[in-house]
């Protein structure tokens, strides 16, 4: 089937604001009230989706599954947001962060969303500032901005390194200020365990109690996801330990398909593995890379002291491969350029599975104080994980780790999946980013999504439902509360003899050994049969402790795990299908000789999205072709 | 490395409570004590005996989920440190560590080692926010803001929630916690408008929800995982005096 991304007509500048005006209904505000909105997920996206809902009007109601919205994972975000200001005068406009973001995305991106985004990055940061969120600034009192990979501008806005805590608290508040006017009600420790449709529209959720253990119905007029991204399918990642696919892949199994699950993104610069029980990867801000110079000695296996390297013997093998973004270039490709060197067996320390980024230089350019300022942080959380002082030893050791997934549930240019009334934000859609994300547009398009976007689009749909039309005693609730329950009993009665957690690390060691940074029909057809083997024992050797009717964090880690596994299959058929290089998504088998991604336009410019055909089926593919009417496909080229 | 264990051990909220004595064996020195914890729950589980329940999730030091006391100290004894950044490397081999879940008057526990930190939520919804709508902002830069403001309202803003001040404090004051949001907000101009109302409500609400007054024992900035400072608490202090004399709903 082809799939109807439904882009409005117009010029691309216009469509946005001929959409709003053309193309959506509004509901007046007396009937605003009438409505009532399932928001799951409260990061950056589902908290100010929340809060911007409410204040137009609409009931809503917000769960997570941590304890308070404020923290979700978004929090973590270090490095900061873009916006087209052009505050430092240097030539950027809404244009050039659109082509920025396209080109990026190596062309797999929607061109109208891209757009909207762009147009939509400067109110983001004009929200925020009123919201009272401490941006850096300049000694004049202005915003402050810095570079982020993959651009020639100074655009990104930053809070020190913190900026996602700073903006996801601003739209947390957002949110605790609608609590307190009686429009918004959290449901935290809530853990959404099935999407209920009634005449194929999503109309409610059943949620998990993770405290009390119960199933709970919830119905409302329409469901908004914005449960984040998949990287904890490769167990270590930069992802919360609990951050997880399991609400997409449940809409997935209700029909919503699952576009370009292929397109992962690996962050370059992060703190590299240490341990079989480590649990996550910690990531070092981007921004480093503003001041930081990646290297490898010249000679494999090298062991001497990097103080003792000489740099005639040092290989600084972003600058010298890309010279015109250097360390800048983007994460994708800084991501593959610190593997090569590593399989070359050029890698440092103990596993030698890292690279230098060596601060030297900056320390004697800023001197201590500045990059205290800069990067003070960093450096003490460096520390605190690896017991190396960074203002000693002038550089760390990093290597590339699981971040952010581009992929995501599909959905149209008005953020509503193949599932009426089910719409998808920030992460948890795929629109915006194609086969690769740039540094500091994931906060972006979140708050984009969440404040400016849905507050829109979700009204079209609205205006033609009428509201209150189902509530929880609805026989879809019932049915769907015997299955989860049933489903439940199968797992806790296993009782064989592997955990959740050594499962989870079987399956993430053969998505990143076989679908992590390179890509081949070999290796992908490996973890195909890997992940069935993980899927088997699962089903037959887990053990879960415990019962199902009271807090149980092994019940939940097992469930999570459930959905990673039959994700992880999805995964890796997109990743064999698509059989070109682009972006995050590297097939070994297409490459330049440079050893860049090399495309296949012709065959490939389009959105795969899947669609579940039953446990044990193979899913369907759907496509939506990509039109480029603005920019000229182009191989990318950051030398 | 090895340790032994004491961990406290509550089925739930009403239930009696008790600290049960484990092994944590074949511990690498890298390992963060959640890390320690997760290896001896999977022990736990093959031995049959009910793993402990924790709370984490970034597992980096900013989400403020995670909080043990550690040896009686929220977050163990390393300074600027949460729970899940603290590694193993600064115990010595073979010793006794002591964990209890934070413990505070507004605090109750659920399980083992979670509480409920949900009074902070509620402190927020009182008025820790700026009354500012999508859709009605200004063009960021119309008001300057001295750099020296910003940089002691983020000073403020680095909290992350996780109630270590209230679990050190002798009277489980959430004071350390109020005052950052407080000084965060009436430092940057925008926040200043509602600053009178704003500190009456949220105080309020702390009072209402058991928390305690700050007496100067200091004791919440020594935990703090982001060393926020007590000059915050002075200036919530200030700001409250401030607020006495205007109308409880004046802006």
Redo the contacts between chains.
Sequence with gaps: MILDGKVPAGPLAEKWDRHKFKGLKLINPANKRKYRIIVVGTGLAGA?AA??LA?LGYYVDAFCY????????S??AQGGINAA?N?QNDGDSVYRLFYDTIKGGDFRSREANVYRLAMISN?I???????????????????ANRSFGGAQVSRTFY??G?TG??LL?GA???M??Q??EGRVA?Y?RREMVDLVLIDGEAKGILARNL?SGELEAYAADAVVLATGGYSTVFNLSTN????NVGAAMRAFRKGAYFANPCFTQIHPTCIPF??Y????L??MSESLRNDGRVWVPKQKDDSRDPNDIPESDRDYFLERKYPSFGNLAPRDIASRAAKEVCDEGRGVGPTKYAVYLDFEEAFNRLGSRTMDERYGNLF??YR????EDVFTEKRMRIYPSPHYTMGGLWVDYNLQSNISGLFVLGEANFSDHGANRLGASALMQGLADG??II?YTIANYLAETTPGKVDASHQEFTRSRQEIEERNRKLLSIQGGK?A??LRIELGNTMWENVGMARSRETLSQALEDIAAVREEFWSNL?V??GADT?N??LEQAWRLAESIDFAEVMARDALHRDESCGGHFRIEHQTEEGEAKRNDAEYAYVAAWEFKGDGQIPEMHTEPLEFEEVALTTRSYK | MEFTLRVWRQAGPTAQGRLETYRATDIDSDMSILEMLDKVNLDLIKEGIEPIAFESDCREGICGMCGLAIDGVPHGKEKGTTTCELRMRHFTDGQTITIEPFRAGCFPVIKDLIVDRTVMDRIIQAGGYVSVRSGSQPDANTIPVAKKDQEESMDAAECIGCGACAAACPNGSLMLFVGSKVSHLVKMPQGQLEAARRVKNMTRVMRQEGSGNCSNHYECQAVCPKEIDVKFIARLNREFLKALPKEADEG
Excluded at chain 1, 66 to 73: D, L, T
Excluded at chain 1, 277 to 280: A, D, F, I, L, P
Excluded at chain 1, 384 to 387: A, E, H, N, P, Y
């Design positions: 100010s809060a911007s204040e941590q304890e308070s919205p404020r923290r979700a994972h929090i973590g200001k505050y109110a940061i004009d929200l925020c500032v009123a919201q009272g969120i401490p941006f850096t600034r300049e000694y004049g009192g202005l915003l809070c020190r913190q805590q700073q608290l947390y508040q957002a605790q200020r609590v307190r959290v935290g405290v919360a330990v609990g951050s240490s341990g029980y480590q649990s996550k910690t990531l003490e959380m605190q994980i690896t017991d404040y400016f507050p955990t957690h050594e053990r402790p415990g807090l964090q092994q």
